[in-house]
C-alpha cells in the first residue's frame, strides 16, 4: 500500500476556524451517522450527486466517467430495505479514480469494498441486492444526516466526520493518486 497525504489539520479544524462560513450555510457537518468502509479513511473532492431509492439504475454508467477525485454521494433515501452500492460498483469508482462515496442508504459486499483504495461511508450493510427499476436523478439538491449538500460543493471526510463546504477550504485534496507522497512521517498515514 502506498502513503496518503493528509491535509495540515483534520476535518474537525477547518470546522472550527470558518465560523464565518459556518453563520452562512455555506460550510455544513453531517451528523455521525455512517460506516465506514474501504482503504482510505480520509478522502476528499467535489461531490457528484445520485438519488436512487431502492435501485442502482445509472450507478455504472456514472462510476465507468472519469472521477478525477470527486465524491459520489448517493441518495437512497435513507432506505435499510436493500443495497445501493455493492463492491463492484465501489472497484469500478476506485479504477476509475473516484476519491470515495457517501452513500445514504446501504452496502453490501464489505470485505471486498475495504480492498480497494477508495473511501465509502455507508448508514449500514445489508445482503439483499437492490432493483433494476427506476430512475436515478443526478445533480439535485439533497438533505440527509442535516445538512443539505450540492452538486459541485465539496466534501471533506475522516474519522472526525464529515463536512460539506460550498468552496474548496484545503489548498489540495485528500485523494492520495491526485499527490505526490509526503515526504515526512509527520504529514503521511501509510496504509
Same mark, same amino acid.
Given at each position: 500500500? /502506498?502513503?496518503?497525504?493528509?491535509?495540515?489539520?483534520?476535518?474537525?479544524?477547518?470546522?472550527?476556524?470558518?465560523?464565518?462560513?459556518?453563520?452562512?450555510?455555506?460550510?455544513?457537518?453531517?451528523? @455521525?451517522?455512517?460506516?465506514?468502509?474501504?482503504?482510505?479513511?480520509? %478522502?476528499? /473532492?467535489?461531490?457528484? #450527486?445520485?438519488?436512487?431509492?431502492?435501485?442502482?439504475?445509472? $450507478?455504472?454508467?456514472?462510476?465507468?466517467?472519469?472521477?478525477?477525485?470527486?465524491?459520489?454521494?448517493?441518495?437512497?433515501?435513507?432506505?435499510?430495505?436493500?443495497? #445501493?452500492?455493492?463492491?463492484?460498483?465501489? $472497484?469500478?469508482?476506485?479504477?476509475? /479514480?473516484?476519491? /470515495?462515496?457517501?452513500?445514504?442508504?446501504?452496502?453490501?459486499?464489505?470485505?471486498?469494498?475495504?480492498? %480497494?483504495?477508495?473511501?465509502?461511508?455507508?448508514? =449500514?450493510?445489508?445482503?439483499?441486492?437492490?432493483?433494476?427499476?427506476?430512475?436515478?436523478?443526478?445533480?439535485?439538491?439533497?438533505? %440527509? =444526516?442535516?445538512?443539505? #449538500?450540492?452538486?459541485?460543493?465539496?466534501?471533506? =471526510?475522516?474519522?472526525?466526520?464529515?463536512?460539506?463546504?460550498?468552496?474548496?477550504?484545503?489548498?489540495?485534496?485528500?485523494?492520495?493518486?491526485?499527490?505526490? =507522497? @509526503?515526504?515526512?512521517? $509527520?504529514?503521511?498515514?501509510? %496504509?
Amino acid at each position: 500500500m /502506498g502513503a496518503q497525504k493528509l491535509p495540515a489539520a483534520p476535518v474537525a479544524d477547518p470546522w472550527d476556524a470558518n465560523a464565518a462560513l459556518i453563520l452562512t450555510g455555506e460550510l455544513r457537518i453531517l451528523e @455521525p451517522i455512517f460506516q465506514a468502509h474501504g482503504q482510505y479513511i480520509s %478522502f476528499s /473532492g467535489q461531490v457528484v #450527486i445520485m438519488c436512487v431509492l431502492e435501485h442502482n439504475v445509472g $450507478e455504472s454508467e456514472l462510476l465507468e466517467t472519469p472521477g478525477e477525485g470527486r465524491v459520489l454521494v448517493l441518495d437512497g433515501r435513507g432506505s435499510n430495505r436493500c443495497t #445501493i452500492m455493492g463492491g463492484n460498483l465501489a $472497484e469500478q469508482a476506485c479504477r476509475n /479514480g473516484w476519491a /470515495g462515496a457517501v452513500v445514504n442508504g446501504c452496502v453490501r459486499n464489505v470485505d471486498d469494498i475495504n480492498t %480497494f483504495a477508495i473511501g465509502v461511508r455507508a448508514l =449500514a450493510s445489508h445482503p439483499r441486492y437492490p432493483g433494476t427499476d427506476g430512475v436515478p436523478e443526478m445533480h439535485v439538491d439533497v438533505e %440527509f =444526516a442535516s445538512a443539505v #449538500i450540492r452538486d459541485g460543493e465539496w466534501l471533506y =471526510a475522516d474519522t472526525d466526520g464529515i463536512i460539506v463546504c460550498s468552496k474548496e477550504i484545503y489548498g489540495w485534496l485528500l485523494h492520495p493518486s491526485l499527490h505526490d =507522497a @509526503p515526504s515526512s512521517s $509527520e504529514n503521511s498515514f501509510v %496504509f
